[in-house]
């Protein structure tokens, strides 16, 4: 397994990078907590593209940061998303809700 983290790469964009499942995303669940909070009135992209492995649980992550982000009114947007998770986003439904840019 790789190391999972999320890196700033500038003030309101962050790096996602290593795997998203059921054992990572537990501890990605709560970092993102503080990003929104310091996020202000911008956008926060988070950049997929250095993630190597994801599964369903990657995808209830994505979920659960936007449904985080409504519920403060701060927008979010995902970038690079991996085909992977393209993927699972398709079988479940869930691909035109996904805010990506």
């Known amino acids: 397994m790789s190391d999972t983290a999320i890196k700033p790469q500038d ?3 962050y ?3 290593g ?3 059921m ?3 537990p501890g990605l669940l709560q970092q993102v907590e503080p990003i929104l909070n310091r996020s202000q009135d911008e956008e926060v992209c988070f950049d997929l593209q250095a993630v190597t492995r994801s599964d369903s649980a990657g995808l209830a992550l994505l979920v659960e940061w936007m449904q985080f982000a409504r519920q403060r009114d701060r927008k979010l947007s995902f970038r690079n998303l991996p085909e992977q998770l393209r993927d699972i986003a398709r079988v479940s439904g869930l691909e035109d809700l996904l805010p990506l840019s």
């Open 15 to 17: 790096l996602i990078s």
């Open 23 to 25: 054992q990572t995303v």
């Open 11 to 13: 003030d309101n964009s």
């Open 19 to 21: 795997e998203l499942n």
